[in-house]
């Protein structure tokens, strides 16, 4: 079962405009993680948050992360076109092993 | 570094045939994953790896999907048969040890299964 859902699944907007994605998860955490997919490629790592953090930000992203709700959300400050992809969360629990979520479908329009 | 390398790209095959995917991952990495890709099952964990040690296999689909590692710098799985609902994209990741380390990807096998 998928631990981290992902919403919306999918998000069209235009060149410049910020782009917000949400992620909720349903078990205690170490840390979660948001990847990006461009198609027909593997997965990139864009930034991990711990779980005593609130906030992150890394280039034109930021994320934040509440524990009390279970909730993320990953913040992309004027979009490109080559930020066209999916953007997946991950929570990592006690163990190894990363959950991921059904992923955002984001489409940046020049 | 050159990343996670995964070969073949693309494979397809007719039913009951035996597929070898391969997986070279990110030297000095620990930890080995196997994913599989579909559309309406998401991203799934299939078997994971520690210093060349199976440790959690518990999202093998079924006795047909095997998976090694025989030495740190390579990883299979093996469907043997393989069927139509086997097809999909599997990923090898990567992870160095330590708290917080990210996964690291390969681009990917697409496997299709006729």
């Known amino acids: 079962s998928q631990q981290g859902e992902e919403d919306p699944q999918a998000l069209s907007i235009q060149e410049g405009e910020n782009a917000t994605m949400n992620c909720s998860y349903k078990?205690?955490?170490?840390?979660l993680q948001w990847y990006r997919q461009n198609s027909g490629r593997g997965l990139v790592h864009l930034i991990l948050?711990?779980?005593?953090?609130r906030e992150k930000h890394s280039g034109r992203l930021r994320v934040t992360l509440d524990t009390s709700k279970k909730s993320s959300s990953l913040l992309i400050t004027a979009s490109r076109a080559a930020d066209t992809a999916s953007y997946f969360c991950?929570?990592?629990?006690?163990?190894?092993?990363?959950?991921f979520g059904g992923g955002t479908r984001v489409l940046v329009k020049p | 570094d050159a990343g996670v390398i995964q070969s073949p790209r693309h494979e397809v095959t007719e039913m009951g045939q035996e597929v070898t995917l391969r997986c070279k991952p990110i030297s000095g990495h620990d930890y080995l994953f196997w994913y599989r890709q579909t559309m309406m099952r998401g991203l799934e964990l299939l078997i994971y790896?520690?210093?060349?040690?199976?440790?959690?296999d518990s999202g093998m689909p079924e006795d047909r999907f095997s998976a090694k590692m025989p030495n740190a710098s390579f990883s299979t799985l093996k469907i043997q048969p393989s069927e139509p609902r086997d097809s999909a994209v599997y990923f090898c990741?990567?992870?160095?040890?330590?708290?917080?380390?990210?996964?690291?990807f390969g681009d990917g096998t697409r496997l299709s299964i006729l």
């Open positions: 790896f520690n210093n060349n040690v199976p440790i959690d």
């Open positions: 078990t205690s955490i170490n840390n």
């Open positions: 991950a929570t990592q629990a006690a163990g190894n092993k990363l959950t």
């Open positions: 948050i711990r779980s005593n953090e």
């Open positions: 990741a990567s992870r160095s040890d330590g708290n917080n380390q990210p996964q690291h």
